[in-house]
């Protein structure tokens, strides 16, 4: 089958690999359909992953569709169109028992290795899932797989900050950073803040960010100059005190760093 993998420091192939098999009775096979790039693949991109195996097959968020499952799945089945987990968790560890999943003593991120034990991911044809009970969730036949993609990791990144701040009715929340996970906490921020603006380095990020239906005037996007207010968590005071002048109460810091892993 066809892979994506890096050949070296900035240097993609798509390569001819063997199809993966079924190895535990807990794992799925899915054929992919979908598939998306994260910022987090930059970082074994641009050689920023010590020790990442160069066979590593990239990406974490896909849809496909099941095409085999072992003998120990019991909640999906073959045919069904899925999303991914981006991240892998057994339920049973004691940070699983506490709600922080992506904590897992025995996680793996599809697409990555070095930092993870290796797993590969799902920019191929097919890719293994294991923990498949767990790892993969049915897609409703309402929603688009372009949609659904999202699920895996930028949509529930960009929730998860907004929960984690403790966003509430008639907060004035400063989401630092335009990107993809960015832009989904500015959309589930709306709806509970007063209002929320959104602060990047990056013009064109500003300019193409809102989309029609989720724009609003509770919505504001502003540029800051990334010479004199860089976006770094070492250099958040001059952040702090221009987001207090706007009168925020609420401020989500999203950069590269600072995901739901
Ligand atoms: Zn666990």
Not at 52 to 57: R, S
Not at 228 to 239: A, D, E, T
Request: proline letters at 6%; one cysteine or more; hydrophobic letters at 40%.
């Amino acid at each position: 089958m066809k892979a994506i993998r890096l050949v070296a420091a900035q240097q993609i192939e798509v390569a001819d690999v063997d199809e993966p098999e079924i190895l535990l009775p807990t794992d799925a096979l899915v054929k992919v359909t979908h598939s998306a790039i994260c910022g987090a693949d930059l970082m074994p991109f641009h050689g920023y992953v010590p020790g990442f195996d160069l066979a590593t097959i990239l990406g974490h968020e896909f849809i496909g569709t099941v095409v085999e499952v072992g003998s120990g799945v019991t909640s999906i089945g073959v045919g069904q169109r899925v999303v991914n987990t981006s991240m892998t968790s057994d339920g049973h560890c004691v940070h699983c028992r506490a709600g922080r999943f992506t904590q897992c003593e025995s996680r793996s991120l599809f697409g990555f290795s070095s930092v993870y034990p290796r797993l590969d991911g799902g920019q191929a044809e097919y890719v293994r899932i294991p923990l498949a009970d767990r790892t993969l969730w049915q897609v409703p036949d309402e929603v688009a797989s372009e949609d659904a993609v999202f699920v895996a990791d930028i949509l529930p990144t960009g929730l998860a900050a907004v929960e984690r701040g403790g966003v509430r009715i008639d907060d004035l929340v400063v989401v630092m950073g335009c990107g993809p996970v960015g832009l989904m906490a500015i959309m589930c921020a709306v709806g509970t803040a007063r209002r929320v603006i959104g602060v990047d380095t990056v013009p064109a990020r500003l300019a193409t960010g809102p989309r029609p239906k989720w724009q609003t005037p509770a919505v504001e996007l502003a540029r800051m100059s990334s010479s004199r207010h860089p976006v770094r968590f070492r250099l958040l005071r001059p952040l702090y005190r221009w987001c207090a002048r706007r009168g925020s109460s609420r401020w989500l810091a999203l950069t590269s760093s600072q995901t739901s892993h």
